[in-house]
């Protein structure tokens, strides 16, 4: 109840697109289990298939679709304006979607049983933490967690606040008070960037994408952990990354697996020879990157990364894997080597059209002409440059390291400073209020 | 195979009860013994909490508008209102009264008319504070975006968490974006020097002061009346008779907001010295703001029809000083009782 009554806050309108997804995949998970014959199976997959998808289809790509069908069908003379809805995209529906769709899909694989109790199950689908901006927790990790009587306990709840305060200090001092204004500034503002500004702003959103995201999974794991309860990590270090399969592994990892194991795999994944492999990772990347958003700007950061990791597999098959290039002392440059790629195909999620992110491409590259867009102020350009060399570094000395245990191995002055420093920050740092980034997925 | 970690948790190692419970204790009490100072280091130098005025508050208050029936008293208009008048006198003086200022600083407020008027819930008084160039067509999307943005894009959570953070606003200075450290950067870059005091502050019900006493009012007035003379050069004025019928064009609202119960009262509030001699050279009120009565059946007041103004000087021609707006608020409401527009 409180997880509906904390979706009904925002709009109640959509409560009932939760129940529907809830109840369909709860009947077709029961359905399918019921069933002996793999087609009769799949017919009633199908079912959960069309009312999730369509629901998400409507809601989030329905005026996309309509607007570059009418430019399809215009030179053949069919009218090229098809109006829709001008309707609010339901908060949290690409991420409910995925995670009912998961349950069905594992009940069809027999990975999976269905569940017994319904209360149990719209539990899993809706609970607040995670409902509205993930991360996408897979219904077999969850539910297990119902079956005995969560015990809350204080260290949990100590953890919890802790990650929950971290959460907040990423999206309020860093993602909202320091790079967000730039990252504006530079990205929505009149004129072309000269070459160092055009990187200040990139690293800007760079700093901003993950402190926006990351910050609220982090909240979310840190209340859900608050009650008892754990969700999978969904960011480890990704700025830490040395090479693209190894950004994917610590990035989103919750979508990226989704991704993986029901996208990927069911095309084939790599089981069907060498070609077929590279066009399964770059539809699985292509429609990644089009679930981030209803634009051809985000299916070309997909395509960007599914490019990159074609590009990666070829330089592993050429670069034998005891080479001087594979050994360890690699690590810090191809991380950064990673980090300035990843950075660069931000420009594609963050830009409002490709002529706009070619503007900024051009400039990063130094072929962007005269800049014309007024500088950043030094403050707030300075603050950027900080805070991307502490996040780089943050994510290089934790890459293999576990938050929790080194939380636990310092002693507990130092953690209490943190917890002053995240605070103090937060109310110093704050900029404007704004809604999460990932909230519009 | 390497094995990439958890970043956040896969241990269940928290580190030992007590000394979380330290560490949390320790935390927060050094966050207040810090905040502490910082409040009464800003409030020594003469600061005063402000809060932030955005479209989320104002959508606090429009919701609020809708809320009290007909003990709503919806104000609109611009800086003006959000100066002239003051808070607590109005509350004070009509204590049934459930003021709601919908102002927008700078922009002309026949949006938010037209949409009172559609507004069924709304059954209260409109105090809009409006100059006879106000009337015009052109302008009157001016706070459109505000109704838009309250339609379409504010929710209940929103505007519940922008009253619990004007809230604390309203009482702590350090929470003053003005204060916070990308501005303190900023300043300390460019002169070395620590904010600072303004002479405009924002309270959580977006009634603002105006303290000249802490102003170049010199600069202010010269200021205003070069923006003034521009506005005015820029836009060439209707005829009477042109600008007639767009007036008319609100009767509709009036007439709307009538049937329900409600009143709509357009004022002329304060305007003196040289930019009161402009104003009326270029829109001569008896050409123009003595037939709004007529031509839309809203009731009326101009400032200089109240008694007990004449000694009353905006400092810089356009605003009243806070010392000014208790007594200028008690002139208006008691004309506001008078014509029985307002009972108490």
């Known amino acids: 109840m409180g997880s509906y009554v904390f979706y009904g806050a925002w709009n109640p309108l959509f409560l009932p697109l939760i129940w529907i997804s809830t109840l369909t995949d709860w009947f077709v998970g029961a359905r399918i289990a019921a069933l002996e014959d793999r087609a009769a199976k799949w017919r009633v997959l199908l079912v959960s298939l069309t009312v999730n998808l369509g629901l998400l289809g409507f809601f989030k790509y329905g005026g996309f679709i309509l607007k570059n069908a009418g430019s399809a069908l215009a030179p053949f003379g069919f009218p090229s304006d098809y109006p829709f809805p001008d309707i609010i995209l339901p908060v949290g529906i690409s991420f409910y979607t995925f995670q009912t769709l998961s349950y069905s899909l594992d009940i069809y694989r027999g990975t999976g049983r269905p569940w017994r109790s319904l209360l149990d199950y719209s539990l899993y689908v809706a609970f607040f933490p995670q409902l509205v901006a993930g991360p996408i927790v897979r219904a077999f990790y969850f539910l297990p967690q119902l079956l005995n009587p969560t015990k809350v306990r204080l260290n949990d ?20 008070g320091i790079f ?15 070459t160092v500004q055009a990187w200040c702003g990139t690293l800007a959103f760079t700093g901003q994408i993950f402190c926006d995201f990351a910050g609220y999974s982090t909240c979310a794991i840190g209340i859900a952990r608050c009650f008892g309860f754990r969700l999978p990590v969904n960011f480890r270090m990704p700025y830490a990354a040395a090479g693209f399969s190894d950004f994917w592994k610590r990035w989103h990892v919750s979508l990226s697996t989704w991704l993986r194991d029901y996208l990927y795999i069911s095309l084939g994944g790599n089981r069907k020879g060498p070609w077929r492999t590279l066009g399964n990772i770059l539809i699985t990347m292509l429609l990644g990157g089009l679930w981030h958003g209803a634009s051809w700007t985000f299916v070309a950061w997909g395509g960007l990364h599914g490019l990159f990791l074609i590009l990666e597999r070829a330089v592993k098959k050429v670069v034998p894997p005891d080479s001087f290039w594979r050994g360890p002392w690699m690590t810090v440059p191809l991380g950064l080597a990673t980090f300035v790629a990843v950075a660069a195909a931000w420009v594609f999620f963050r830009a409002r059209s490709f002529d706009r992110a070619f503007e900024i491409l051009g400039s990063l590259l130094g072929l962007g002409g ?22 780089l570094m943050t994510h290089g000395v934790m890459r ?4 929790e245990t080194a939380a636990a191995k310092t002693p507990w002055w130092g953690r209490s400073l943190v917890i002053a420093g995240m ?3 937060m109310i110093l740092f704050s900029g404007e209020d704004r809604a999460f980034i990932y909230f519009q997925f | 195979m390497k094995t990439v970690h958890s970043s956040i948790s896969s241990s269940e190692e928290t580190g030992d009860r007590r000394s979380w419970g330290f560490a949390w204790i320790a935390g927060l009490v050094t966050v207040l013994l810090i905040l502490g100072g910082m409040e009464a280091f800003w409030r020594s130098r003469g600061h005063e909490p402000s809060v932030t005025d955005d479209v989320d508050l104002w959508s606090v208050w429009r919701a609020e508008a809708a809320a009290h029936g007909t003990k709503s008293l919806a104000l609109l208009g611009a800086s003006r209102i959000q100066l002239d008048l003051s808070a607590e006198t109005l509350r004070s003086l009509l204590p049934g009264f459930r003021p709601a200022m919908l102002a927008v600083d700078g922009r002309h407020p026949l949006a938010v008319l037209a949409d009172l008027a559609e507004d069924d819930r709304f059954t209260g008084i409109v105090l809009c504070d409006i100059t006879a160039m106000g009337f015009q067509r052109e ?9 838009d943005y309250y339609h379409r894009h504010s929710t209940a959570e929103q505007r519940l968490n922008r009253r619990v953070s004007s809230w604390f606003q309203d009482r702590l200075v350090f929470l003053d974006p003005y204060l916070k450290a990308r501005r303190l950067l900023y300043q300390w870059r460019r002169s070395g020097t620590l904010p600072g005091l303004r002479y405009l502050v924002t309270s959580a019900d977006r009634f603002r002061k105006a303290d000249y006493g802490k102003t170049d009012v010199s600069a202010q007035r010269n200021h205003r009346l070069k923006r003034i003379r521009e506005i005015y050069g820029n836009d060439p004025v209707p005829s009477p008779g042109e600008w007639a019928e767009m007036v008319r064009e609100l009767e509709p609202a009036v007439r709307r907001i009538g049937e329900r119960g409600g009143k709509v009262v357009f004022v002329r509030l304060p305007t003196t010295g040289e930019h009161w001699r402009i104003d009326e050279e270029t829109w001569p009120r008896a050409l123009y703001w003595d037939r709004i009565h007529g031509l839309t059946g809203a009731e009326t007041i101009h400032f200089r029809d109240l008694p007990g103004l004449e000694d009353l000087a905006c400092p810089e021609g356009s605003h009243l000083d806070y010392r000014d707006s208790p007594r200028f608020t008690g002139i208006l409401v008691g004309e506001l009782l008078k014509r029985k527009i307002v009972e108490k």
């Open chain 1, 423 to 425: 605070i103090l920050a």
């Open chain 1, 370 to 391: 005269p800049a014309t867009l007024a500088a950043l102020p030094p403050v707030s350009a300075g603050l950027v440059w900080a805070a991307v060399l502490i996040i």
């Open chain 2, 139 to 147: 302008y009157r999307a001016g706070q459109q975006e505000y109704v």
């Open chain 1, 180 to 194: 967000a204004p730039a990252a504006d500034g530079v990205f929505d503002g009149p004129g072309v960037p000269g």
């Open chain 1, 400 to 403: 293999n390291r576990d938050l």
């Open chain 1, 157 to 176: 709840v100590a953890w919890g606040g802790f990650l929950f305060l971290l959460g907040l200090f990423e999206k309020v001092a860093l993602a909202d």
